[in-house]
């Protein structure tokens, strides 16, 4: 399987512990893109790399959020001191092209699922 | 500020009828707009888009229409089938992200 791929698929952790999500993208794919999706919304923006330049953030990325892409391959986001609030789905997705977004060039991983009890 | 809506959480059609599934927009800088599908425990996996020079894409039974006086544009699945039953998500974007509109549950009937 060549998409991207997500680890874990789902983890159940209590509030105030740490967790760490990791995606594998497509290989070729020079971007990486964060998303989170909550029930009964659409997945939310949270950051994109460049290779492994962090190039934009969103506001929604609290200082508990941190991504990286340290060698422009896979990356991981770590959710520091979890909240109940964090509970969601977070979606990891990849892309080849360097300029603007021009069809169907975004290919989105399975997701990571998040309870925080 | 939602910048891409989808009104109808959800929208049931019979086996072989026309599925019809709307989006607005409010972002006048959007220039691309795709549609997503999505099952219970996946990621969202691409369908469809439309540049926004463009008022019509096709492909099978999916076509997108893109109204940009108005803002808006709408998902054609013609004839559905009970295997198009899913949420499906209508996104826009503006040079580097994706916006997702909330989404539509599509149920078809047998």
């Known amino acids: 399987d060549t998409g991207v791929s997500q680890d874990p698929r789902h983890k159940i952790t209590k509030r105030g512990q740490n967790v760490t999500f990791r995606c594998d993208p497509i290989s070729e794919h020079n971007r990486l893109y964060w998303y989170r999706q909550t029930l009964g919304q659409g997945p939310e923006f949270l950051t994109y790399?460049?290779?492994?330049?962090?190039?934009?953030k969103s506001r929604l990325l609290s200082d508990r959020f941190s991504a990286e892409r340290p060698k422009g391959s896979f990356s991981t986001l770590e959710i520091q001191r979890t909240e109940q609030g964090d509970s969601a789905m977070y979606l990891c997705?990849?892309?080849?092209?360097?300029?603007?977004?021009?069809?169907?060039?975004?290919?989105f991983g399975e997701g990571s699922w998040l309870t925080v009890v | 500020d939602q910048q891409v809506k989808q009104n109808s959480p959800s929208l049931s059609v019979q086996e072989g009828r026309i599925s019809i599934l709307n989006c607005d927009y409010t972002n006048s800088m959007f220039d691309y707009f795709l549609w997503y599908k999505k099952y219970p425990a996946e990621g969202p996996t691409f369908l469809i888009s439309?540049?926004?020079?463009?008022d019509k894409n096709e492909d099978g039974r999916f076509t997108v229409f893109l109204n940009k006086s108005a803002k808006h544009l709408s998902l054609h699945i013609v004839p559905s089938q009970p295997g198009d039953s899913a949420v499906y998500f209508c996104?826009?974007?503006?040079?580097?992200?994706?916006?997702f509109g909330s989404g539509t549950q599509l149920t078809v009937l047998p």
């Open positions: 996104a826009a974007s503006a040079w580097k992200q994706l916006t």
């Open positions: 997705a990849s892309s080849l092209n360097a300029g603007a977004i021009s069809g169907n060039t975004i290919y």
């Open positions: 790399f460049q290779n492994e330049a962090q190039l934009e």
């Open positions: 439309i540049s926004s020079i463009k």
